[in-house]
């Protein structure tokens, strides 16, 4: 079959071939070849890879513009390791591809995940934000340390404390990130939690009647 496609060709191609013109074209084949699938690579990646974990400016906050309610505190007070804080900002990212959150139903999401946490959030005030599904719990607390920014420089006392991670709201897992102002400043930083957690280093306490 192929000799006689060989044959078909002109006497002067066929000469280039006998006398080596064969390995130019097997380099070439390969080259191209070569080229083919580093383009399909990429294609691919690109398909699979996600912006979570790129610095998007749409998904930056600056910490000092997340607004804090004047208004006291509720008869209970969130705390985080019994230190009281209020509720600055709340970030919130579904579990999944498929998944979708709606910024209006994000405190009664709260509320799933810890009874109450959405009647701070309402009191409170915080600006809300919904990001897309990260590609893992550790992507979304690495997105959201990294995307918001804070006056103090980490490793010095500061009042904001950044806590995030995965949380179980009801049936449904997600992603949850939240700014809290403290009355003082504190070491705690940044915390990750998993969704165990939240109901233990999160809870609401009574606050002490003047």
Not at 103 to 108: D, I, K
Not at 131 to 140: A, D, E
Not at 181 to 209: C, F, Y
Request: with cysteine; glycine share 8%.
């Amino acid at each position: 079959m192929l000799d006689h496609w060989i044959n078909e060709l002109p006497q002067g191609v066929r000469s280039f071939l006998d006398q080596g013109g064969w390995w130019l074209v097997l380099g070439i084949a390969v080259l191209v070849g070569l080229l083919i699938f580093f383009r399909l690579v990429r294609l691919v990646l690109a398909g699979r890879r996600r912006p979570f974990l790129e610095s998007e400016k749409e998904f930056e906050v600056d910490l000092d513009e997340c607004p804090l309610s004047a208004a006291p505190p509720q008869e209970r007070q969130l705390t985080v390791y019994h230190i009281p804080v209020r509720m600055r900002l709340v970030v919130v990212a579904p579990v999944g591809r498929e998944s979708d959150l709606d910024a209006t139903v994000v405190e009664n999401l709260l509320d799933e995940v810890i009874p109450g946490l959405g009647d701070i959030a309402r009191w409170d005030h915080p600006r809300i934000r919904v990001w897309p599904s990260p590609m893992s719990n550790q992507g979304f607390s690495i997105a959201f340390h990294r995307r918001l920014h804070k006056p103090d420089p980490d490793g010095q006392p500061s009042q904001w404390i950044l806590v995030a991670g995965r949380a179980q709201a009801g049936r449904m897992p997600v992603m949850i990130g939240l700014g809290l102002w403290a009355e003082k400043p504190n070491m705690l930083g940044h915390i990750n939690l998993e969704p165990h957690q939240w109901l233990d280093v999160l809870r609401l306490q009574r606050t002490e009647s003047v």
